[in-house]
C-alpha cells in the first residue's frame, strides 16, 4: 500500500515553540512517572495516598504533552483496511477499564470498512466517545453508529447530555478549549487534526431534544 504522507499547517497553528518544549517535558515527565510508580509498590497509609496524586497529576501532565505532541507532528497516513465495527468496540472495551461509566449504556450498530491508521483512528473514537460519556453520566445513553453511503463512511457518536452551549460549538476544536474541571481541551483539536489527514472531518451537532452529536467523515475505502 502507498502512504501519503500528510504535512499540515497544525504546527503553525500550534507554534513550534510549544511543540519543542512538549518534546523536552516529554522525557523526564516518563522518569518521574516511573519513580512514583517504583515508590508505591513500597508505600503504605497516607504517603501511598500522597503518591497516587502525585501519579495522577503525572498522568495528566503527559496526556497535556502528547496532545501537544499529536498537533504538531505530521500524521502518515497508511492505506490499511479497518473495519470500524471492530475497532469501536475495542475502544468500548478498552474505556469500560479505565473511566467509570456509571451507569452510562453504550450500544453500538452497523458497521463498514475504511483505510486508514488503526492507532489514530481508535484515538478519536475513543475521543467521542469519552466526551459522549462524560456529557451523558451518571446515568444517559451512548450511541455509536455507523454507516456506509456513497463515496464516504460515517460514524457518529451520540449522548443524552445536555448538548452543546453556543460557546462551545464555537470553540470545541481550539486547542486547550474545556468547560471541565479536568480537562485538557486536546481531544476535539487531535480529532478533528487526524480526521483531516484521513481527507475526512468532524460535525458536531446538538440533536433536536437533547445531547450532541458528533459525526466523523471519513472517505471510503478504495479496493
Ligand atoms: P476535554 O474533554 O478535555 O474538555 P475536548 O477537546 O474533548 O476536551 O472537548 C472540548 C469541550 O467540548 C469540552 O470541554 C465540552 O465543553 C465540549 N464537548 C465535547 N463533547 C461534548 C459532548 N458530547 N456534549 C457536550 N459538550 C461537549
Ligand atoms: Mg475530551
Known sequence: HQERLVHSERLAGIGRLAAGVAHEINNPLGVILGYVRLLQRKAEGALADDLRIIEEETLRCRDIVEGLLDLSRPLQVPGETLALRELVEEVISRLRESIQLSDVSLTVEGDAQVAGHPQRLRQVVTNLVKNAVEAARPSGQVKVAI???????????????????????????????????????????????????????????????????FTLHLPRSTP
Open 147 to 213: 454507516h456506509a453511503r456513497e463515496g464516504e463512511v460515517a460514524l457518529s457518536v451520540s449522548d443524552t447530555g445536555s448538548g452543546l452551549t453556543p460557546e462551545a460549538h464555537e470553540r470545541l476544536f481550539e486547542p486547550f478549549f474545556t468547560t471541565k474541571p479536568q480537562g485538557t481541551g486536546l481531544g476535539l483539536a487531535v480529532s478533528q487534526a487526524i480526521a483531516q489527514a484521513h481527507g475526512g472531518h468532524i460535525q458536531p451537532r446538538n440533536l433536536p431534544g437533547r445531547g450532541a452529536e
